[in-house]
């Protein structure tokens, strides 16, 4: 009876393993040149990886890494900043919050055209949490839309406002929807995101 039940042990362990092993995953973080090198300035042995890149998850990034995705499409976030400029019909908001645009570039590494109305968006604040509001902004804005072609790059905008009590630090996060992830089943790992402080 003891040897069944050790058995039965075994098998759950193992079953739990696999799982856990094939948990799906979207891709692979790339981490930007400068914090690779200060990394490794900070590490006795510069050929070897620091302790922290190898604890933070692939899908947790900062402003300039690239989060390559499986089927070769990547994402970028290049800079998030205050917004200073408006239009006659953009959206400004009251003096209590802060306008902020989110900058980042997509690369189509597939051997198809990627339409960009796959892709969803959202920020939050970082620091003390905090919700975000969608601002209308035409005045240095290109929002997020048409089709990538393959081996092709754009640059896109997305623009908030955060509540000036709830800090700078913002956490923005990428999701996809395109049937062909949806088919695979990728979608079901943990979206990148990106974490900096608004410039």
Do not use: H
Not at 40 to 54: C, F, H, M, N
Not at 63 to 87: E, M, P, Q, R
Not at 109 to 114: A, E, N, R, S
Not at 171 to 180: K, N, Y
């Amino acid at each position: 009876m003891r040897t069944r039940t050790a058995a039965l042990a075994t098998i759950a362990v193992l079953a739990a393993t696999l799982t856990a092993c094939s948990e799906p995953e979207q891709g692979n973080a790339e981490r930007a040149a400068a914090s690779t090198s200060s990394s490794a300035a900070s590490s006795p042995a510069s050929d070897a990886p620091t302790e922290a890149a190898e604890e933070k998850p692939d899908t947790e990034l900062e402003v300039g890494d690239t989060f390559a995705y499986s089927d070769g499409l990547k994402a970028k976030v290049d800079s998030i900043t205050t917004i200073t400029k408006w239009g006659e019909y953009d959206s400004k908001p009251d003096g209590d919050q802060t306008p902020f645009r989110v900058t980042f570039t997509v690369t189509n590494g597939t051997k198809k055209p990627y339409d960009m109305d796959s892709f969803g968006f959202n920020a939050e604040g970082a620091t003390t949490g905090g919700q975000t509001e969608f601002l209308y902004v035409e005045e240095g804005s290109k929002q997020a839309g048409g089709r990538i072609a393959a081996g092709r790059s754009a640059t896109f905008t997305s623009e908030y406002s955060l509540a000036k009590s709830d800090g700078k630090e913002v956490l923005f996060t990428m999701s996809r929807s395109d049937d062909a992830w949806l088919e695979s089943g990728s979608f079901l790992g943990d979206d990148p995101n990106w974490t900096g402080t608004i410039k």
